[in-house]
Structure formats: structure tokens, C-alpha cells
């Protein structure tokens, strides 16, 4: 493949190995999850079962001890040609083990491992290695955007214990159906300040509150509902200020764009099983007597099809390189608030260039292959539904992009 991306790192070599066992089973179940609009638990069995839903926990707890953003990009690409669907999802639970793994490694390295603190963020993450943890993840509300949460906590004693209650509703909670956890952004006003806090609370949580409304064009089998909270108790333990409300903070910027790049490599794995697909039907089908790849027109589209795929790969390999060059940068020294743009910056054009590129190609694949494709039978119908939700994931919307990417390059920061 022309520009084909690789595993940079040991680990991100064992999980992508992984990943490309799974695709060819992902693929023969896709049709049956995106018919009954429901999600393919056995996917996520054999998610459990190869290690990749434990990829970010260290080593020592049971985990692969992946830490590359580029290789988790190409695994979440790998499993999107089998399934987007469920490689959107466990991104999710990926974002929030990588966070927790990175402040445990830290916790371990400055305490040492029998500290208590260390043992204490450990325990999540040995229960994600032995599959009783699985965290899905949500920013997203109706009205807003993911700076202006409405959804808000407030101060409430529970018995003898201090803590909080949430009241609000997030959508697009994706792979909330399975999940054991969810973890969501809300409005924090005390006498501290206006912040933003991030939260981690059981689904099982009385007064968190599936609704069960997932239905949509694409990514049926994302389990993407909504999720009520009416008066659910967050404990202190489990709320975390990230940065004032409405205004980007250091690690809100760096967290999002890290967690969300890797959204684009599900969309980059559509493009390319679409593809595959007509490529391997254009080398056995004739028409009037001739094999439709030695047509001109054909050629033609193929060749366009080739354009656009590896412009996709160029950009995000390159983005993917430059994050975890970030972070390798940032570890001893601290970022600025500039840096952090950047990063955010290098995401919002790989997004643009990636889901663009991809809707080209399943279109041509489609174009290819004429009216069998356009048929919800055939494979390509569900592609190309599931590949038009790229734009629409946050941040940035598509009317927003370029004005953020405009900023950044004239060097006017957003605060909001």
C-alpha cells in the first residue's frame, strides 16, 4: 500500500498484530449489529480476550503498555476495517486508560510502587486487565459545545460523606450499553471558582439514566445513546478540576486532541476496507468482453482512489508521529499554552484532510462498483453511512475547523 503506516514502537507492533487478527471476524458480524442497531458484544469479548482493550495499562498490572498515539491510531484503523463501530467505541475506554495510566506511571515513578497513592490508581487499572472495568466517555451535549457544559454538578452531603450531585444530559455516550463506567465533563461553580470537572462515575449509579435512543444514519452499532443524570451522587473521590468553564486549559487541550485524533484512524480504516473491496471485485468482473480494470475509466477512478488514500495516510502518520513527539518532548518540561494549540491544530487538519479523503474514496468505491453498491445488502451502503459521521465529531464541526485552523496560523489563540 502507498504510504502505508507501521507500528513504531514494540508494543504498538504486538496490539496492530492483534487488531488484524480480529478483522476479518468484525467484518462477517458488522451487517448483523448495523441491521438490529445494536452493539456486537462478542466484539468486545474478543477485544477482552486479545489484550487490546487493555492496551494502555502498564505492563506489571496485565496490560500491553502501549503509549504511542501513533500505533493506537493504526489499531483503531485496523479494527475499523473490520468494524467501525466498534472501534469508535473503544476509543473511549482507550482515552480514559491511557489518562489513568500516565498518572499512575508518574505516581510510581516519584512514591515508588508500595505507596499508597500508587496501589490506589493501580486498582482501576488491574480490574480494566481482568475485564471488570470498561469506561466509556462523553463531552457532548444538545445547544453547547464542549467548553460550555450545561450539564452541572453541585455540592451535597450524603450521609456522613461530602460529595456532589450531577444533574444534566450528555449525548453520543458511545458504547454506554456495555460499558461499566462513564466518564463525562460538567459545570463545576463553587467558591473556588467556574470550572470545568471531569468525572468518573459506575453506570450502575442511581440517578444515571440510559435512555436507549440510539438510532442513527451510521455507527449502529456504536451503542451511542444519551445519558440523563438526575440527582446522581458523585462522590469526592471521583471528580477532577480540569480548567475554568468556557475557556481551553492546558491538559482540556492536549486531552482532547490526543483522545480524538485517533477517532480519524477509524474513518482512514472505512476508506480503506471500501477500497479492498472494490479493487478485489473490479480484478474478477468483465463487462462487453473486458475485465473492468484494464478500462480506462476505471483506471481513472482507481487512480483517484489511490490519491486520496495516501494523502489520508501522510497526514495522520505525520500527526500521529507529532504527538507522540509532543509528549516525549513533555514529560520533563512543560507545555505552553501555544504548544498546546499546536497539537490541537496538527488534529484539526489531519481531521479535515482524513474525512474528506475518506468520503472520496468510499463515494468512488461506490462509483466503481455501480447499483449493487447502493444497495443496503451490499457492504459499501453500510461504509459509507458509517464514514459521513467523521465531520460531525467534536472538536471541531466542520463550520468551525477552519476558523480555529485560521487562528492558530495567524497565531491568534482562542481562549473559547
Same mark, same amino acid.
Given at each position: ?20 487478527? +480480529? ?59 473490520? /468494524? ?30 508500595? #505507596? ?10 488491574? !480490574? ?25 454538578? @453541585?455540592? #451535597?452531603? #450524603?450521609? /456522613?460523606?461530602? &460529595? ?5 444530559? !450528555? %449525548? ?5 450499553? %456495555? ?6 465533563? $460538567? ?9 470545568? $470537572?471531569?468525572? @468518573? +462515575? ?30 446522581? =451522587?458523585?462522590?469526592?473521590?471521583? +471528580? ?6 468556557? !475557556? =481551553?486549559?492546558? !491538559? ?48 481513472? +477512478? ?36 501555544? /504548544?498546546?494549540? &499546536? ?6 487538519? $489531519? ?35 458509517? @464514514? ?29
Amino acid at each position: 500500500m502507498t504510504f502505508e503506516l507501521t507500528p513504531r514502537t514494540g508494543p504498538g507492533a504486538t496490539v496492530v498484530t492483534a487488531a488484524e487478527s +480480529l478483522v476479518t471476524t468484525f467484518a462477517e458480524r458488522a451487517e448483523a449489529a448495523d441491521a438490529e442497531n445494536e452493539m456486537c458484544r462478542e466484539n468486545f469479548d474478543d477485544l477482552f480476550t486479545s489484550g487490546i482493550s487493555s492496551a494502555f495499562v502498564p505492563q506489571e498490572l496485565g496490560g500491553f503498555g502501549l503509549e504511542s498515539i501513533h500505533d493506537w491510531t493504526l489499531v483503531i484503523a485496523t479494527l475499523a476495517r473490520g /468494524d467501525a463501530s466498534t472501534a469508535i467505541a473503544i476509543t473511549m475506554h482507550h482515552a480514559i486508560a491511557r489518562r489513568m495510566a500516565q498518572i499512575y506511571s508518574l505516581a510510581n515513578t516519584d512514591l515508588g510502587p508500595d #505507596h499508597e497513592l500508587t496501589r490506589d490508581l493501580a486498582e482501576p487499572l488491574r !480490574k480494566m486487565a481482568s475485564g471488570e472495568m470498561l469506561v466509556c466517555a462523553t463531552a457532548t451535549e444538545i445547544g453547547t459545545d464542549n467548553l460550555h457544559p450545561v450539564t452541572e454538578v @453541585v455540592r #451535597h452531603r #450524603h450521609g /456522613d460523606r461530602d &460529595g456532589w450531585r450531577i444533574n444534566g444530559q !450528555k %449525548i453520543f455516550v458511545t458504547m454506554s450499553p %456495555i460499558a461499566t463506567h462513564v466518564s463525562t465533563v $460538567a459545570r463545576l461553580r463553587d467558591d473556588d471558582g467556574d470550572d470545568m $470537572a471531569n468525572i @468518573v +462515575l459506575p453506570m450502575d449509579t442511581p440517578g444515571l439514566l440510559p435512555q436507549n435512543d440510539w438510532d442513527a444514519l451510521g455507527m449502529r452499532g456504536s451503542g451511542s445513546q444519551s445519558v440523563v443524570f438526575k440527582d446522581a =451522587w458523585v462522590p469526592e473521590s471521583a +471528580l477532577n478540576r480540569i480548567g475554568p468553564w468556557g !475557556k =481551553w486549559s492546558l !491538559k482540556y487541550l492536549e486531552f482532547r486532541a490526543i483522545a480524538n485524533i485517533v477517532l480519524v484512524g477509524a474513518f482512514l480504516g472505512i476508506a480503506e476496507a471500501a477500497h479492498d473491496i472494490a479493487l478485489a471485485k473490479l480484478l474478477t468482473r468483465s463487462r462487453v468482453g473486458q475485465l473492468a480494470a484494464e478500462q480506462s475509466g476505471i483506471q481513472n +477512478l482507481v487512480g483517484e482512489m489511490a490519491l486520496e488514500l495516501a494523502q489520508c495516510r501522510a497526514v495522520l502518520g505525520a500527526a500521529g508521529v507529532q504527538m507522540d513527539e509532543y509528549c516525549e518532548r513533555h514529560l520533563t518540561s512543560a507545555a505552553s499554552m501555544e /504548544d498546546a494549540h &499546536g497539537l490541537m491544530n496538527d488534529y484539526q487538519i $489531519a481531521k479535515w484532510t482524513v474525512n474528506r479523503g475518506a468520503i472520496g474514496v468510499v463515494s468512488k468505491a461506490m462509483d466503481l462498483l455501480g447499483g449493487s453498491g447502493y444497495t443496503n445488502s451490499h457492504v459499501l451502503a453500510r461504509l459509507y453511512r458509517d @464514514v459521513r459521521a467523521g465531520p460531525f465529531m467534536q472538536p471541531f464541526g466542520p463550520a468551525e475547523l477552519r476558523e480555529y485552523v485560521g487562528q492558530v496560523t495567524l497565531g491568534q489563540y482562542p481562549e473559547r
